[in-house]
């Protein structure tokens, strides 16, 4: 069955610091998409980046990249120069062929001042 | 362009009762789907529609049903609540349903069944 672990419940950085979220996946399928949200407080989700399983570079969005390692099954976010407003839950999620995304039990990050 | 809204954004119910939440999708996506989330299960998913159709249903018990409607807009209704309907429900819009397509999700609707 397809599942997406986090393994990290919480992760503290100084402000200013990188911070890498880990993210593991299992699946079979060939063809699928992982995600990583970000939920403040607030509860809205946040689309922070996207990253399809033939993708041969990693995918980046201004501070956020993620680190895709498809033979281990891996798809870290790095955010770079973390800022005090980055504190929120971080979710990696995947959508593979014809069905709904399933997500990971998601990170709390707390930045530092 | 507009983002997804979901409303209302607040809602207490009392046991018993039925309640519908609403999500207006972004502007020319036809699938929406959604989730419930809560501290114990995390983020569950309840029922995809793509073009008027549910498309995919996840493990929910009947009481919990949904629709599309021809401008994409979506809504779900729960019927005789249980405490443990209480959380917050998301909604998610995107243009098409396969796996290489960005989902983006509304502020979701917290519903608080007492």
């Known amino acids: 069955a397809q599942k997406i672990t986090q393994t990290q419940p919480g992760m503290f950085v100084q402000e200013k610091e990188a911070v890498t979220l880990d993210c593991t996946y299992d699946t079979s399928d060939p063809s699928y998409g992982l995600f990583w949200y970000k939920q403040p407080s607030s509860g809205e989700m946040i689309f922070l980046i996207y990253?399809?399983?033939?993708?041969?570079q990693n995918a980046t969005e201004g501070r956020y990249s993620l680190n895709f390692q498809k033979a281990r099954k891996s798809a870290n976010l790095v955010i770079s120069a973390s800022q005090l407003g980055d504190s929120a839950m971080y979710f990696c999620?995947?959508?593979?062929?014809?069905?709904?995304?399933?997500f990971g039990a998601g990170t709390r990050l707390t930045v530092k001042p | 362009k507009a983002g997804v809204t979901q409303t209302p954004r607040y809602l207490i119910k009392t046991r018993g009762q039925q309640v519908t939440l609403s999500c207006s999708p972004i502007s020319g996506h036809r699938s929406v789907s959604w989730y419930q989330q809560t501290p114990g299960q995390g983020l569950q998913f309840l029922f995809e529609?793509?073009?008027?159709?549910?498309?995919n249903k996840g493990n929910f018990p009947g009481r919990f049903s949904g629709r599309q409607f021809s401008n994409s807009r979506s809504e779900m209704n729960v019927s005789t609540l249980e405490l443990g309907d209480s959380a917050l429900y998301l909604c998610?819009?995107?243009?098409?349903?396969?796996?290489?397509?960005?989902?983006?999700f509304g502020q979701g609707t917290r519903l608080t069944v007492v």
């Open positions: 529609y793509f073009s008027e159709t549910q498309r």
């Open positions: 998610a819009s995107s243009s098409w349903w396969r796996e290489n397509t960005e989902a983006f």
């Open positions: 999620a995947m959508r593979y062929n014809n069905n709904d995304m399933r």
């Open positions: 990253q399809g399983s033939y993708d041969q």
